[in-house]
């Protein structure tokens, strides 16, 4: 089955790291993605992973991809007020020519001063 | 600049009347798409067309329809056969070869139908 969950909310101090999770469903993914939200805005993609690394990173993000509990996260370090979002986790499922981008309900990120 | 652009950012509509939502690219995708996006849920896929004058229904296609004359734009109408309109809808694209896919979104639309 094709399915992408997350948690819908997150608080976290200034300065501190965001660690947002995100489980899926489908072994056959090629891409993970993690797409950020502002307030009225459209959908601006951060990172991503190919299923077959392990981490990445880039700048403040840390992605971390753990295949066997289908299990992505992403670390934002030193968390700004800027970070404030939704932050939405994807999977790209392959279907012979076509892709299909599945996306979790967003994780909306607040952040304390 | 390229990018994608959606018009108008805000719509309303009385209940009964279709309205058509605009949705023009000029990153030369061959791919585009129509989301639907409700409070506290995920982005919910409408239809999608990876070629000019093709597409295909996504997840919650009935009440809309689209077109795809051409490779710059993709038109959503929403009928009144759609029973809740309301809703912020996000329009994108992407290469159909590329590394990894992304999509690239327009800023949204938000449609009240009253």
């Known amino acids: 089955g094709e399915d992408v969950e997350q948690s819908l909310f997150l608080s976290v101090r200034e300065g501190d790291s965001s660690v947002i999770n995100c489980t899926y469903t489908d072994s056959s993914s090629t891409y993970l993605y993690w797409y950020k939200q502002e307030p009225g805005a459209g959908l601006q993609l951060l990172t991503y992973?190919?299923?077959?690394?392990d981490m990445k990173q880039d700048q403040r993000l840390t992605v971390l991809l753990n295949k066997k509990d289908k299990h992505l996260s992403l670390r934002i370090a030193d968390t700004q007020t800027g970070d404030s979002a939704i932050y939405f986790c994807a999977e790209t499922l392959l279907y012979s020519s076509a892709s299909k981008i599945i996306f979790g309900s967003g994780t909306r990120l607040s952040i304390r001063p | 600049d390229g990018g994608i652009t959606q018009s108008p950012k805000y719509l309303f509509r009385k209940e009964g009347q279709n309205v058509t939502l605009s949705c023009e690219q000029n990153?030369?995708?061959?791919?585009m798409y129509w989301y639907r996006q409700d409070p506290g849920q995920g982005l919910r896929l409408i239809y999608y067309s990876q070629i000019v004058n093709d597409f295909q229904k996504g997840d919650i296609a009935e009440g809309y329809s689209v077109s795809r004359e051409k490779k710059e734009s993709f038109p959503l109408t929403v009928t009144s056969a759609q029973k809740n309109p309301t809703a912020f809808y996000l329009c994108?694209?992407?290469?159909?070869?590329?590394?990894?896919?992304?999509?690239?979104f327009g800023p949204g639309t938000r449609l009240t139908v009253t």
């Open positions: 994108a694209s992407s290469m159909i070869q590329g590394a990894a896919y992304e999509q690239y």
């Open positions: 992973i190919f299923s077959n690394m």
């Open positions: 990153l030369n995708h061959d791919a």
